[in-house]
Every structure is written in structure tokens, then in C-alpha cells.
């Protein structure tokens, strides 16, 4: 069975300060893929980034960064330069055939 | 583009009443999934459709619920009777299929809040 375990459920920072968003996962399978979302106040859920498991390459996209270790099974996300508009919470999903499975999520809010 | 689209946003029920959200997915994708989200639980997968027809219902928590998706560009969740612990955000979300590969992004709407009286 897959899992995915985002341990911190809650991280404050000001703004400005660097922070790194925590996913473990688990799975049997050899292919599988690993994806972020956020979901800020307003409820949506935005797509961020995804990843399938023969790509080990760390991934940068603006502030936004990406840490895919697989002797680790862990696919952390990492905010530089904090924004209050990163206020959010943001989830870690990894999907091995059929189903997309959720993390908990991390409440992320950055103070002015 | 637009993006999946749900209506209404907001319900407000009482309970017994039978309810219904609806949902229209990014033209061309051939994929289509219902998800639950409570503080309890979390976001839960309900039901996922491939081509119009159900794959996995695994996830839809009691015969009160249903979905159908009578073509690719609309599909329902109904609830009835709605009971008060059904009030959560239901997602709808919908992925292409690419050489029949599933694990392709998930694009969401934006939910419906229900809140069952």
C-alpha cells in the first residue's frame, strides 16, 4: 500500500526566511510518480510540480525548489526568499498506477 | 483555457434532501476523479472514470452515493439522503491519458464547500 507522510503539520516563518516542506512516501511498486500541490485560503488546489521515480534530478523553478532522494523515499520542497503569498497548505501526493495518494499537508504561514 | 469546472460552489442542505454537484473536465482529458476533503480525513479519493465509464468506486463511502459521467465533458456526485457528516469540500479533477498512463497530473476544480443541516 502506498503512503505518504508530510510529518510537519504546521511551519511558521518571516517572511524572507528560507523553508523546506518535509515528504516521506512509501511504496512497493518500481515506477511511480511524486507530485506537490498548494492549496491557499481560497480552497483550490494548484498543481506544482511532478515527478516520476527514474528522474532523480533536483528540480529549481523560481523560488521554488525540488529534493527527490530516492535511497531515502523522501521528495522535500524547499520555498527561498518566503512570501506571505506562500501562506498555504501544501500537499505531497504520489500515485503508482490507480490512485493519487494525499499526504496530511503542511500549514505553511509566512508573517510579514 | 478554462480549467475543470464545478458548480455550485456552496451548498447548504438540510438533511435528507438529496444533493447534487457537477462537474466538467479540461477538454480532452480522458480521465475524471471525484475527492472528499475533511479535517478528519484528509482529501479522499471517491471515484475515478476513464472514458466516461467507472474504474475504481472503491473509495465512494456508502450506497447514499453515486456519480455517473454520461459523456466526456460532464459528470454528477449525487448524495441521498445528504446526512450532516457528509459536509466536507468535494473536488473534482480530471488528467489526460497519455498512452494509457493514469499517473498523469491531476488538474482540480475549484470544490464545492457542502454543509449538510
Known amino acids: 500500500a502506498q503512503k505518504v507522510t508530510q510529518a510537519q503539520t504546521e511551519i511558521s516563518v518571516v517572511e524572507k526566511e528560507d523553508v523546506t516542506l518535509d515528504c516521506v512516501y512509501e511504496?512497493?511498486?518500481?515506477?511511480?510518480?511524486l507530485f506537490w500541490y498548494k492549496q491557499p485560503p481560497s480552497g483550490e488546489l494548484v498543481f506544482l510540480i511532478r515527478r516520476n521515480s527514474f528522474d532523480e534530478q533536483n528540480e529549481i523553478s523560481g523560488r521554488y525548489s525540488w529534493n527527490f532522494q530516492k535511497s531515502t523515499s523522501s521528495f522535500n520542497f524547499t520555498i527561498t526568499a518566503s512570501q506571505v503569498v506562500d501562506s498555504a497548505v501544501y500537499f505531497c501526493a504520489q500515485t503508482s498506477g490507480s490512485r493519487l495518494t494525499f499526504g496530511e499537508g503542511t500549514q505553511l504561514t509566512v508573517n510579514p | 483555457d478554462a480549467g475543470v469546472i464545478q458548480s455550485p460552489r456552496h451548498e447548504v442542505t438540510e438533511m435528507g434532501q438529496e444533493v447534487t454537484l457537477r462537474c466538467k473536465p479540461i477538454s480532452g482529458h480522458d480521465y475524471l476523479f471525484w475527492y472528499r476533503q475533511t479535517m478528519m480525513r484528509g482529501l479522499e479519493l471517491l471515484i475515478y472514470f476513464n472514458n466516461n465509464v467507472p474504474i475504481d468506486d472503491s473509495g465512494m463511502p456508502e450506497d447514499r452515493f453515486s456519480a455517473k459521467m454520461p459523456n466526456a465533458s460532464f459528470s454528477t456526485l449525487k448524495i441521498q439522503p445528504s446526512e450532516p457528516r457528509d459536509s466536507a469540500v468535494y473536488f473534482c479533477?480530471?488528467?489526460?491519458?497519455?498512452?494509457?498512463?493514469?499517473?498523469?497530473?491531476?488538474?482540480f476544480g475549484p470544490g464545492t464547500r457542502l454543509l449538510v443541516l
Open positions: 511504496t512497493r511498486d518500481t515506477t511511480y510518480y
Open positions: 479533477a480530471s488528467s489526460p491519458n497519455r498512452g494509457g498512463e493514469i499517473s498523469e497530473t491531476q488538474y
